[in-house]
Structures are given as structure tokens and as C-alpha cells.
């Protein structure tokens, strides 16, 4: 792009595409999900009751992402598990944020500039995630612009998507958190970093890869920043977001044939006006016609 060559951002575009996500900011990528998970409802007593459910737990919100994917590629779900230098470097941070003594680690995790540095090294792992569910996706089915888009999304947003399965893990049942009903943030924008992937890997963005990735990173890098500092739950697009939904998707507040409520004047009895004379004949007992004529 022209913008990158005039700022001169060309070589740090490619120094970030270039970037090794090992060990660093996947450590970060590690500890931030663990500690996510350490701060669900039940999951310290989870921890002290059944390790095993705590650290398989834990996996999930690691490695989720690649299972989901793999799972859609018609891929063995364990094979993201198949590296383990990377397995047993999300163990280890498994036990250090739920075991370590003094909960050492947890609590210097949990200092504000110490959880920011690592949430934003996090969230710089999501880009590559998301790229690579999308190449993955791109290789088996070319031109597949929306298998990519789901590969991607699943790849990138997988430890959300499966959080009702997590939670079963836990002995937890809450239907209502599926992501699919209510998305959060972290889903919508790695389904946006997803449409925008699969669009340039498709061509019909015309952008270069390292410049696309170079953009993403720094949107949800700054915006995830300000959320923080800011303690905000809003995010640019919301607007749009909420313009297209009552554009599209509410229905009108009219009477539809298809619902189970049925109009007024169909539902109500009609009522007779009062002094109307009855309509069926009079059948008193003869007996009392006799008995009132001998009083008579």
C-alpha cells in the first residue's frame, strides 16, 4: 500500500509478520487463559476436588481454538496436542497460576500494568491464529472464501465457542452462556479479523498479507488497551453493529397468524345487553305453577 511506503511502515509490517510467537507471547497466551479460567465461579474448588478436570479445563481455553479447527478440517482433535514442548509449557503455567506456593504468581499476574503487558502479547497471538485457520482452510479448499471464514473463526475464538463443553468438564450446565446467543468481544473481533483474512486470501481485498496482519494487530491491540484502561466494555463497531441489527433483523410490533396470541374481539364473550328478554323458552316446574295458584 502507497500509506505504508510514504509512513515507511513497510519494514516494520514485515518484521511483525515475522514475528515468532514462541515462547514469549505464547507463555502470555497461556497464562491469560488459565487465569480467565481461575476466575469462573466454582473453579478454585474444581482446582482442590479433581486437578485432572482443572487442568483438562484448562487446555480447553489453551488450545481450543486448534481443537474446534481441527474438528472442522476432519482433522484427529488431538493433533494440536501432538507438540509437546508447547503442552508442557501450558502445564506449567496450568500449575504456577492454580498451585504455585503464596500464589505467587497468580497475584503478580493479577497487577494491573503486569496483566495489561500480557493481555495485549495475547491478543497479538490471536492475529496469527486467525491467519492460520484461514491458510489452513485456504489450502484444502481454495477459493472457499466462507469454510475459511469458519476455520479461521473457530481457530481464533475456539476456547469461547466451546465453553459450554468446558463448563461440563467442571460439572457446570449453563446452557444460557453458549457464545452463539450472546457473542463477546473477543468473538466478534476474531470474526472480523476472520471475513478480512479470507477476503485477501481470496483476493478481493487488495492488500498484502503482512500489511493486513500489521493493521488487525494494531486495531485490536490499541482498542483491547483502551478497554482496559478505560474499564469499557464498548467497542467501535458496536454503532454499526446495533444500526444493522434493527435494520435487518427486528421484526415489526404487529399481529402475526403465526404466534399464539389470538385478537381481542375473537377471544372475549359477547355480552348481552342488559333488559334483553331471554331467548330460550320458559321451563319452570309445573308443580310450582300449581303450588303458587293454591296460595293464590
Same mark, same amino acid.
Given at each position: 500500500m502507497?500509506?505504508?511506503?510514504?509512513?515507511?511502515?513497510n519494514?516494520?509490517?514485515?518484521g511483525?509478520?515475522?514475528?515468532?510467537m514462541?515462547p514469549?507471547?505464547?507463555m502470555a497466551h497461556?497464562?491469560i487463559?488459565v487465569?480467565?479460567l481461575?476466575e469462573q465461579p466454582?473453579?478454585?474448588?474444581?482446582?482442590?476436588?479433581?486437578?485432572f478436570?482443572?487442568?483438562?479445563?484448562?487446555?480447553?481455553?489453551c488450545?481450543?481454538?486448534?481443537?474446534?479447527?481441527?474438528?472442522m478440517?476432519?482433522?484427529?482433535?488431538?493433533?494440536?496436542?501432538?507438540n509437546?514442548t508447547?503442552l508442557?509449557?501450558?502445564?506449567?503455567m496450568?500449575y504456577?497460576?492454580f498451585?504455585?506456593p503464596?500464589? !505467587? &504468581?497468580? =497475584?503478580l499476574?493479577s497487577v494491573f500494568?503486569?496483566?495489561?503487558? $500480557? +493481555?495485549?502479547?495475547?491478543e497479538?497471538t490471536? #492475529?496469527?491464529?486467525?491467519?492460520g485457520?484461514?491458510?489452513?482452510a485456504?489450502?484444502k479448499?481454495k477459493?472457499?472464501?466462507?469454510v475459511?471464514?469458519a476455520?479461521g473463526w473457530a481457530?481464533g475464538?475456539?476456547g469461547?465457542?466451546?465453553?459450554?463443553?468446558e463448563?461440563?468438564?467442571r460439572?457446570?450446565w449453563r446452557p444460557?452462556?453458549?457464545e452463539l446467543?450472546?457473542?463477546?468481544?473477543?468473538?466478534?473481533?476474531?470474526?472480523?479479523?476472520s471475513?478480512?483474512?479470507s477476503?485477501?486470501?481470496?483476493h478481493?481485498l487488495?492488500i498484502q498479507?503482512?500489511?493486513l496482519?500489521?493493521?488487525y494487530?494494531?486495531?485490536i491491540v490499541t482498542?483491547?488497551?483502551?478497554?482496559?484502561l478505560?474499564?469499557?466494555s464498548s467497542?467501535?463497531?458496536s !454503532? &454499526?453493529? =446495533?444500526l444493522?441489527?434493527k435494520?435487518l433483523?427486528?421484526?415489526? $410490533? +404487529?399481529?402475526?397468524p403465526l404466534?399464539?396470541? #389470538?385478537p381481542?374481539c375473537?377471544?372475549?364473550p359477547?355480552n348481552?345487553?342488559?333488559?334483553s328478554a331471554s331467548?330460550k323458552?320458559?321451563?319452570s316446574?309445573?308443580?310450582d305453577?300449581?303450588?303458587?295458584k293454591?296460595t293464590?
Open positions: 502507497d500509506v505504508f511506503g510514504f509512513l515507511n511502515l519494514e516494520l509490517a514485515l511483525l509478520s515475522n514475528l515468532s514462541f514469549y507471547f505464547d497461556y497464562i487463559s487465569m480467565s481461575r466454582g473453579a478454585l474448588e474444581v482446582s482442590q476436588r479433581s486437578p478436570a482443572c487442568w483438562f479445563s484448562s487446555m480447553l481455553y488450545f481450543g481454538g486448534a481443537v474446534l479447527s481441527a474438528l478440517m476432519a482433522d484427529a482433535p488431538v493433533a494440536p496436542l501432538t509437546t508447547n508442557l509449557l501450558a502445564s506449567l496450568w504456577l497460576v498451585y504455585c503464596l500464589d !505467587a &504468581v497468580f =497475584s499476574a500494568p503486569v496483566r495489561l503487558v $500480557l +493481555t495485549v502479547m495475547k497479538v490471536r #492475529t496469527w491464529k486467525v491467519l485457520g484461514v491458510t489452513q485456504g489450502r479448499y477459493d472457499g472464501l466462507f475459511m471464514i476455520v481457530k475464538a475456539g469461547g465457542l466451546l465453553r459450554n463443553f463448563q461440563l468438564v460439572g457446570v444460557e452462556t453458549n446467543l450472546k457473542m463477546t468481544y473477543p468473538t466478534k473481533v476474531t470474526l472480523l479479523g471475513v478480512l483474512f477476503l485477501q486470501q481470496c478481493f487488495p498479507t503482512h500489511h496482519i500489521f493493521i494487530t494494531l486495531f482498542n483491547k488497551t483502551r478497554m482496559m478505560l474499564g469499557s467497542y467501535p463497531f !454503532a &454499526v453493529e =446495533s444493522i441489527y435494520t433483523f427486528v421484526r415489526p $410490533l +404487529t399481529f402475526s404466534s399464539d396470541s #389470538t381481542s375473537l377471544s372475549s359477547i348481552k345487553p342488559n333488559g331467548t323458552p320458559d321451563q316446574d309445573p308443580k305453577a300449581e303450588s303458587s293454591k293464590d
